[in-house]
């Protein structure tokens, strides 16, 4: 089964290098420019990909479905330019498609995230399963910041690989705070918004920030970085809702103070807690140390007691 990797960039010239090196073995290499000024180009026609052009956009969601259909393959891989894939990557992907072909149109690969230096391995950075291993006309992009692809065929129809034992995505985000703090800004500015003022309500937005500080705490597994990056994803949720906010006509009242304990209620908290557990890793390992802590800790209360 023959594959497609199409790879879109824009000044990638930092991280191209090892993203098109780790799939230098698929049948076809495409790559979606949109005018880089730096060597980009020059990376891409060294590892003989078809180079395609397009006008620079805000944000690239929007556009992956143009280019789906460059592909001559079957099956498609899709990377982002700061991706790339471990020294086994061509062995599993085609293990996976021979293996799972006739029963799944679509694969969500986990995906690790290093940021500031950082591999992270909690914190709602992880197991971040990406959908970018189809059949051709069977996934679609929305125009919306980091939403996940529909598969066209149904759910049913997509298989999610569970981790650790499998194919990864490795994902070099951030190199520093700064440059995290920039990209999120750039995200909220350019992503879409509802512009009926009806349907607006500020306190889903400080709803959303409450859940990130939580989701994204891990202090176990991530250190004190967890908590600078609950802090700053609980930030754009807000900035995302006042970006909202000024972009209606006619303009809602904000009412902020009013919206605060009404987004305090709407976090369901055995949602959170259900959703680390599942996110750390899928481990039974983990659940069982918890129970065993359980246990040890009715131990000393029940010795205390005595």
């Known amino acids: 089964m023959k594959i497609s990797c199409i790879v879109h960039t824009r000044n990638s010239g930092r991280t191209l290098e090892q993203a098109l090196a780790s799939v230098s073995w698929a049948d076809e290499l495409i790559v979606v420019d949109m005018e880089s000024k730096d060597d980009t180009l020059d990376i891409a026609r060294r590892w003989q990909a078809?180079?395609?052009?397009?006008?620079?956009?805000p944000r690239v969601d929007g556009i992956r479905n143009r280019f789906l259909d460059q592909a001559t393959h079957d099956w498609i891989l899709v990377l982002d330019s700061d991706e790339y894939l471990a020294d086994d990557g061509e062995k599993a992907v085609r293990e996976l498609i021979e293996q799972h072909q006739h029963r799944f149109d679509a694969i969500a690969i986990p995906r690790f995230n290093t940021i500031a230096g950082r591999t992270m391995r909690g914190s709602n950075w992880y197991p971040d399963h990406q959908i970018r291993l189809f059949k051709k006309g069977q996934v679609a992009w929305s125009d919306s910041v980091h939403k996940l692809p529909e598969v066209?065929?149904?759910s049913h129809r997509l298989l999610e690989l569970r981790p650790p034992h499998c194919l990864h995505i490795f994902h070099t985000n951030y190199l520093d705070i700064p440059a995290f703090v920039r990209r999120q800004v750039e995200y909220a500015c350019s992503d879409?918004?509802?512009?009926?003022?009806?349907?607006?309500?500020?306190?889903?937005y400080l709803a959303k920030a409450y859940e990130n500080l939580a989701l994204y705490e891990d202090q176990e597994r991530d250190g004190d970085l967890s908590h600078a990056l609950s802090l700053l994803m609980a930030w754009d949720s807000i900035v995302r809702g006042l970006i909202h906010w000024q972009s209606l006509q006619p303009?809602?009242?904000l009412s902020y103070m009013t919206a605060l304990p009404i987004?305090?209620?709407k976090v369901s908290r055995s949602k959170i807690f259900l959703r680390k557990l599942r996110m750390r890793h899928y481990a039974t390992a983990y659940v069982a140390?918890?129970?065993l802590d359980i246990g040890r800790n009715l131990f000393r209360l029940g010795r205390a007691s005595r």
């Open 50 to 57: 078809r180079i395609l052009n397009q006008p620079p956009v």
């Open 152 to 154: 066209v065929s149904g």
């Open 192 to 204: 879409s918004y509802d512009h009926n003022p009806d349907n607006f309500d500020f306190s889903d």
């Open 251 to 253: 303009r809602p009242a």
């Open 263 to 265: 987004a305090q209620k």
């Open 289 to 291: 140390r918890r129970l």
